[in-house]
């Protein structure tokens, strides 16, 4: 893939073909990876990586920038990125997403590189006060993509975490997260492997484990929380939910600074058992957080999965500077 097409360039070539885990950047990382076997790592004079696939089909680009990563600054950012590809059409719109202690926001981009189709998919990772880690993943003809490298690839993303910081391996704690961005309510520790996403254009946000068995979702709602409230609302957030059943009543339940109302309902989502547990938790005059915890076929839930849903919901708590 020619160099001239990448955000990053002028290299200090440094090839290997080890499947040791690596950081980013060498001094005070933010992520870590592992370069899948036969691909190439290229460091830059001012630190920048570029990884690549043998064939040079499949190219991985990071750079350390100095500001502080947000939905804002990514937005602002997209527009000179898109503009290195011709026809550039947009395929997701950006999001933020959670996963392994790392926290960025993305958005996918299908275009052309010298005549020839691309996906390329824009990352800007949190990495602290005025300091952030840019980068794209470019695909060359996916839709002819060898599936060796298919394969590669998703094994390249899936090792993508948090670099561990001192204070987290002291603690052997993930790092505590907050709902909503402006003005939260609560705080929560999401579960290793789980994966978190906010709707860019409600706000909303979506918890999920890695086999998507369990489902958490809260939204911000314009009503003030109060039983009557709560009950008024049940009817329609159960609608959809097959051959549901009430197994426990609404309950007012209050517990670390965190004021909600729930209700748990046992039922069937196309056609599977799952356990609904619904929520609505205090925020103010004319405000709440309503939300769900959905777990899929509950009696056979693997016990890993069991225990990491039991540390969420304890992690739950109100939000506090």
Excluded: C
């Excluded at 002028?10 to 990382?29: N, Q, R």
């Excluded at 704690?173 to 520790?189: E, G, H, Q, T």
């Excluded at 309950?251 to 056609?271: P, R, S």
């Amino acid at each position: 893939m020619n160099s001239k097409l990448l955000l990053f360039a002028v290299f200090l070539s440094i090839p290997f073909t080890t499947a040791t885990a690596k950081s980013f950047p060498e001094k005070d990382p933010v992520l870590s990876y592992t370069a899948p076997e036969n691909w190439t790592s290229t460091v830059a004079k001012n630190g920048n990586l570029a990884i690549n696939s043998q064939n040079e089909r499949v190219s991985v680009n990071f750079a350390e920038v100095s500001t502080a990563a947000s939905m804002e600054v990514f937005e602002q950012m997209l527009p000179a990125m898109v503009k290195i590809f011709t026809d550039p059409v947009e395929v997701e719109k950006p999001k933020v997403h959670t996963e392994a202690g790392l926290t960025g926001f993305t958005a996918t981009y299908t275009g052309k590189i010298e005549g020839n189709p691309a996906l390329i998919i824009f990352v800007l990772f949190e990495g602290g006060k005025k300091r952030a880690v840019l980068g794209n993943m470019i695909l060359g003809d996916p839709q002819t993509l060898p599936k060796k490298d298919d394969e590669a690839f998703k094994e390249f993303m899936n090792s993508l975490k948090g670099a561990s910081k001192s204070a987290d391996k002291t603690a052997g704690k993930m790092p505590v997260s907050s709902y909503p961005s402006k003005r939260p309510v609560l705080s929560y520790v999401v579960p290793g492997n789980w994966t978190s996403e906010v709707d860019s254009e409600d706000g909303s946000i979506s918890i999920n484990s890695e086999n998507e068995r369990i489902s958490v979702n809260f939204t911000e709602a314009p009503a003030t929380a109060n039983m009557e409230v709560f009950e008024e609302m049940l009817p329609a957030m159960v609608e959809d939910l097959e051959d549901h059943v009430v197994a426990k009543k609404p309950e007012e339940h209050t517990e670390d600074g965190l004021t909600g109302y729930t209700a748990t309902y046992a039922g069937k989502v196309e056609g599977k058992p799952v356990v609904a547990i619904f929520v609505l938790f205090k925020a103010g005059k004319d405000r709440s957080i309503l939300g769900n915890m959905i777990l899929a076929e509950p009696e056979t839930l693997p016990k890993e999965d069991s225990e990491a849903f039991d540390g969420f919901m304890k992690s739950l708590k109100g939000y506090t500077k």
